[in-house]
């Protein structure tokens, strides 16, 4: 078969029975087009199948049935179906759903009080009006963090700093569990959720700089949102990449004095 391209950005999950499922895109003259691949616990190729739904995703979870969450933005509408003169927005709806393996949608999972674009009017420069682009709704969309909790719900946070965080169960019931406050001047950078333990993981730069000055992580209670601790650092070789977290203990991907990837483990002190 003819593999369809990755993404600039790695999308895959842990599925069941050690196995890795993987969403791939592949782009032709009709659009795009998502599959997806899976390997078994040695590495095999498994098996691939097209994903069913007229949208692009970007973000992969699983349930412990091994039914899948995917989610990204629809893709854009027919042009044939927009009234003459009226600009098409840049700003896609997003999808949420609920996948069999095979990739076919079971039900379409809505989010109760999710972001929504600024659709703000434009003019060309020969006058034509157009839809600007909303380009943190865009990031909100499509680098959305996506984690398996133990309870078996998927835990699906928007890519802002203050999330929110919404539990989704395998029958497709969403609830808005969390909303983030950041640490002053932090960004958020990934979460992650350990046993009834939601992590939220900043950066917070130097000041007028794109440097980081530290990395923040604050713990909370999965379900009531609670604030347990803030942990930080600022020590290059640890990283600001948390590969995983199983409270007190958190594994960063840094980098030794050559530069070569290492695993750090640490605890709060």
């Known amino acids: 078969m003819t593999w369809p391209r990755m993404r600039e ?8 029975g050690g196995e890795l499922t993987v969403l791939l895109e592949e782009k032709s003259e009709d659009g795009y087009s998502d599959y997806l691949v899976r ?3 040695d590495g095999g190729f498994g098996s691939a199948s097209p994903v069913q739904g007229h949208f692009r995703g970007s973000y992969l979870g699983s349930f412990p049935s091994g039914d899948l969450l995917i989610g990204g933005v629809e893709l854009p509408p027919d042009p044939k179906t927009i009234p003459a003169g009226v600009p098409l927005s840049p700003n896609r709806a997003p999808f949420v759903g609920i996948f069999d393996s095979r990739g076919q ?15 703000e009017a434009g003019e060309g420069p020969a006058g034509q009006p157009y839809i600007k682009a909303d380009a943190a709704y865009q990031a909100a969309m499509v680098f959305s963090f996506v984690n398996t909790g133990q309870d078996g719900d998927v835990y699906l946070t928007r890519d802002t700093n203050g999330g929110p965080v919404y539990s989704i169960s395998p029958s497709g019931a969403a609830l808005d569990v969390i909303d983030l406050t950041p640490p002053r001047g932090g960004t958020l950078r990934d979460v992650k959720v350990a046993g009834r333990r939601l992590m939220a993981v900043y950066s917070i730069a130097k000041a007028n700089t794109d440097e980081t000055a530290a990395v923040v992580v604050r713990e909370l209670d999965l379900y009531n949102g609670q604030q347990l601790g803030d942990y930080h650092h600022s020590d290059f070789h640890i990283g600001g990449l948390l590969a ?3 409270p007190p203990y958190y594994t960063f991907l840094g980098s030794n004095e050559k530069g070569k990837l290492t695993l750090v483990r640490t605890t709060p002190q």
């Open 9 to 16: 950005y790695e999308v895959f999950t842990p599925s069941p």
């Open 105 to 119: 949608l079971l039900r379409r999972v809505v989010l109760p009080n999710d972001a929504k674009a600024k659709d």
């Open 244 to 246: 995983c977290a199983s």
């Open 39 to 41: 390997f078994d616990s």
